[in-house]
């Protein structure tokens, strides 16, 4: 079966950087998109961007433009979301997720990230 | 760049059935199919809905999803309102021209 495994919780100080990994298994990893999303605690879900495992392209929100790059290794199927300039604002829980033709029925556990002083 | 607006919440008491609708703000809401998600406190999201109205294997057949182009927005309706029913909801679509992913806000659903 698919499964979405990513890293555990993590704590950074206001302007520091987060790494989150997601790793895939079960289906052929350059074959699908793999999405990040976030969620503030109380908050809805935010789309953060994507990446094309196979061909390492990648589109960005506005939102988060130069301040996030997602890359993968491809050799043990691993996405990474990389989030610089950490603020409070940034406090979440994010997710991986896979795409499969218009839906995402695939995602991670999720990741808390919580940016504090 | 468009968005889709959710209600806050909604309620209803169990047996009865609830709307949720997801108004996209620009461009026709039948451009770009929508799906629908729900999502339990301390869990990932699941597909109730996908292409505007198709249900998941599994999912029941309480959950329906429709789109209506006169009001630009999409509609979850959940019938014979459930206890386990109770999470949020979100809607969610891609823009034309890139395939970037757009979510609405969510509603909470509470049973009464």
Not at chain 1, 109 to 116: D, E, F, K, M, Y
Not at chain 2, 74 to 97: K, P, V
């Amino acid at each position: 079966q698919v499964q979405l495994v990513q890293s555990g919780a993590e704590v950074r100080k206001p302007g520091a950087s987060v790494k989150v990994s997601c790793q895939a298994s079960g289906y052929i990893f350059n074959n699908f998109d793999i999405h990040w999303v976030r969620q503030a605690t109380g908050q809805g879900l935010e789309w953060m961007g994507r990446m094309n495992p196979g061909s390492g392209t990648t589109a960005y929100a506005q939102k988060f433009q130069g301040r996030v790059t997602m890359t993968r290794d491809t050799s043990i199927s691993t996405v990474y979301m990389e989030l610089s300039g950490l603020g409070s604002e940034d406090s979440a829980v994010y997710y991986c997720a896979r795409r499969v033709a218009v839906r995402i029925p695939d995602w991670g556990q999720g990741t808390l990230v919580t940016v504090s002083s | 760049n468009f968005m889709l607006a959710q209600p806050h919440s909604v309620s209803g008491s169990p047996g009865k059935t609830v709307t949720i609708t997801c108004t996209r703000s620009s461009g026709n809401i039948a451009n770009n199919y929508v799906q629908w998600y729900q999502q339990r406190p301390g869990s990932a999201p699941i597909t109730v809905i996908y292409e505007d109205n198709k249900r998941p294997s599994g999912v029941s057949d309480r959950f329906s999803g429709s789109i209506d182009s006169s009001s630009n927005s999409a509609s979850l309706t959940i019938s014979g309102l459930r206890s386990e029913d109770e999470a949020d909801y979100h809607c969610q679509s891609y823009h034309n021209y890139n395939q970037d992913c757009v979510f609405g806000g969510g509603t909470r659903v509470s049973v009464l």
